[in-house]
């Protein structure tokens, strides 16, 4: 581990928001070294009391011996709790600090769903339990698709997929076997506009569909490079554009359904990335705007707690043409009014997860759902868009916003994308403008994505507004201190656990061996 180097303390007292002391701003502030759990080793120490043995004792199997007890640690209870406590205090969390990475959607995790998905009910059942024992989870599962196709504004809705990418994955399956089963099986290419998130093109590429990237202008899709597109590829060759609406430049398209009749003209589908539906929820519906597919990512949209790599949960919705190759099992209310799961799908994809799919974040998302009712959905909506357009409207001075532009009537969603040139222009990078923040305990929102050069800010509607003020504040004085110390922003962070890391060597040199 590094060793820190002395802490410079930024302050920020605001002219429009109320002064934070110092002590509430900074409490993650300096941390001693942290040994590594072999370090703390101590010999004979225990952790936990194992039960005497009640079954006869019998000697190890010769395959397993012979290679010694492994040189774990010995601790003590209480020295691993405080251990992984001090480890976890040096996570960035969102229950921490405010987290605006952009199309994460990193908005507050109400605890209500925690103890929701910790009822015995939920967390103590067997995946192999019998049908008629899991009738609340069943049921619990199928009202979310009806929740969820509601708000999607398309029918039918399968809660396997485990997350945003893997419903794109399991999409594009329903989508090529729909077209297989009507003899249109060279329909293989699948459009994304050039700001598409990564896992599109990806997802297409697993599906052995060939993505074709489409031009934006000025952030929206270019509808001359679609059509130009589709004479290049041959409109009997096109399955689908993949789009992502509000999109990653954090417009809201209003050219959609204009996409959309273009695509249903040569017989090919909409399909609508849902990452970005906390803008729209209650608003439009993508159903009504000409999507025939989307996934949702409900641990974005409806709250749980994520990162990268998850836990997620990626239900698609489809029109009810593309009912029949959903993947198995479906959860269905059977005549008789029990709750079930229904494998007899001939035309189905297949499995595409085990079991009943992610439980744990299908009961945060139901509760959430729930929680907020129809008219606290569309209030999501609002307040997001209304946060994000606020941050812009305080920071186009100095940070310029390419797509936001309210004299000519271009506002943003819920994200705004800044691509700070003039700035940059004076000697810094991005990434010293991204570690400086972190240094007044804000993380660092998306870069470098849609465009070279931006950061994309999400502040999510669960912000007050002393923290989007705050997060103005904090940026407009880096901007300042460009001018006045660019080295201390060259050099951030100088008050993180650790200094800035050489990325390159963490990936590619990373060592995560102990040596003692
Ligand atoms: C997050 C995101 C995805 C991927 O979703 P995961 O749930 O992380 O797999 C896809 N598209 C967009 C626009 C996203 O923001």
New binding site residues.
């Given amino acids: 581990m590094s060793t820190m180097t002395q802490p410079t303390r930024p302050t920020v007292t605001s002219g429009s928001s109320a002064a934070v002391p110092d002590s509430d701003v900074f409490r993650r502030g300096e941390k001693p070294t942290e040994p590594t759990i072999f370090e703390k080793h101590s010999v004979g120490a225990v952790a936990i009391d194992l039960p005497g043995l009640d079954v006869p004792e019998a000697p190890v199997p010769d395959g397993l011996r012979g290679r010694g007890a492994p040189a774990w640690p010995e601790l003590g209870q209480l020295q691993v709790i405080r251990h992984y406590t001090h480890l976890s205090q040096r996570n960035f969390s969102l229950d921490g600090e405010f987290y605006p990475l952009g ?2 959607t990193m908005k507050y995790n109400p605890r209500i769903n925690e103890w929701a998905a910790a009822l015995p009910g939920f967390r103590d059942i067997h995946p192999l339990q019998d049908e008629s024992q899991i009738q609340g989870l069943l049921e619990l599962l199928w009202t979310t698709q009806r929740f969820l196709a509601e708000v999607a504004g398309l029918p039918c809705v399968s809660s396997q997929p485990a ?4 419903g ?1 994955y399991t999409a594009l399956k329903v989508i090529r076997a729909y077209f297989k089963d009507k003899g249109q099986s060279q329909r293989t290419v699948v459009f994304a506009p050039d700001n598409a ?1 990564g ?2 093109p990806a997802s297409c590429a697993m599906c052995g569909a060939g993505a074709v990237s489409i031009k934006t202008k000025d952030g929206y899709t270019d509808i001359d490079d679609l059509k130009r597109a589709i004479d290049a590829h041959g409109a009997e060759n096109i399955a689908a554009m993949m789009i ?1 609406n509000p999109n ?1 430049a954090g417009l809201f398209d209003s050219k959609i359904t204009e996409v959309a009749d273009i695509l249903h003209g040569i017989g090919a589908l909409l399909y609508l ?1 849902g ?2 539906m906390n803008a729209v929820l209650g608003k439009t519906r993508p159903g009504d705007f000409g999507a025939d597919v989307m996934h949702y ?1 409900t ?2 949209t409806f709250s749980t707690p994520h990162g990268c790599g998850g836990p ?1 949960w ?1 239900p698609i919705a489809v029109r009810d043409f593309l009912e029949p190759y959903l993947p198995v099992p479906r959860v269905v209310k059977r005549p008789d009014g029990a709750f079930g799961l229904d494998f007899g799908a001939p035309k189905s994809v297949g499995k595409v997860r085990s079991f009943f799919g992610q439980v744990g974040v299908a009961v945060r998302c139901y509760t959430y759902i729930r929680a907020c009712g129809g008219a606290g959905l569309e209030h999501i909506a609002e307040t997001s868009v209304l946060s994000a357009n606020y941050i812009a409207a305080r920071l186009r001075s100095v940070f310029e916003m390419p797509y936001f532009k309210p004299e000519k009537g271009m506002y943003c969603a819920h994200e705004f994308v800044t691509v700070p040139r003039r700035l940059l222009d004076k000697g810094v990078t991005l990434v010293d403008i991204a570690k400086r923040l972190i240094d007044y305990g804000i993380h660092p929102p998306t870069m470098h994505w849609p465009v070279i050069d931006c950061l994309m800010a999400e502040p999510t509607e669960t912000e007050s507004k002393q923290v989007l003020d705050r997060f103005c504040d904090v940026l407009l004085r880096i901007a300042g201190e460009i001018e006045s110390s660019p080295d201390v922003v060259r050099s951030a962070p100088g008050d993180a656990a650790i200094e800035r890391l050489d990325e390159v060597g963490a990936a590619r040199k990373p060592a995560v061996v102990w040596e003692g």
């Fill in positions: 199309s994460c997350a945003g990418a893997h794109e998130h896992t599109n992502t990653t990335d990452a970005n990512n641990h974005k997620g990626g």
